[in-house]
């Protein structure tokens, strides 16, 4: 049996474990400890506890992207109509569906 657990790469910390990880730091756990208890690496703990002593907070920050102009429903929507007919214009695609807040953006004759 390997010494070490497989972990899964690249997956966020949900805002339980967070609080785990604060919690069992607070607990007087080591880094290393909290890692292997939670199938995590060292340094991600280090960071949510140097996170949680520096700003006092552990949830991510939203993203400072362009804000969105369709909600989920209409997303699911608009890739429902464009992966049933692959080729079909953007135009076309703004005719069968009733999204009066997205513009098309063609250049004015």
């Known amino acids: ?9 690249y997956e966020q910390l949900t805002d339980f474990d967070r609080g785990r990880i604060i919690g069992l730091r607070e607990a ?5 400890r909290i890692g292997r208890h939670l199938g995590r690496s060292d340094m991600v703990v280090a960071r949510c506890w140097q996170q949680w002593i520096t700003e006092g ?5 939203r993203g400072s992207g362009r804000p969105r102009n369709t909600n989920d429903r ?25 999204l009066p807040d997205i513009q098309c953006h063609q250049e004015k004759p």
């Open 57 to 61: 907070r552990v949830y991510r920050r």
């Open 28 to 32: 007087g756990w080591s880094n290393r």
């Open 1 to 9: 049996m390997p010494l070490r657990r497989n972990r899964r790469q």
């Open 74 to 98: 209409e997303d699911r929507a608009i890739r429902r109509v464009a992966t049933s007919a692959p080729t079909t214009s953007l135009a076309s695609i703004q005719r069968h569906l009733p």
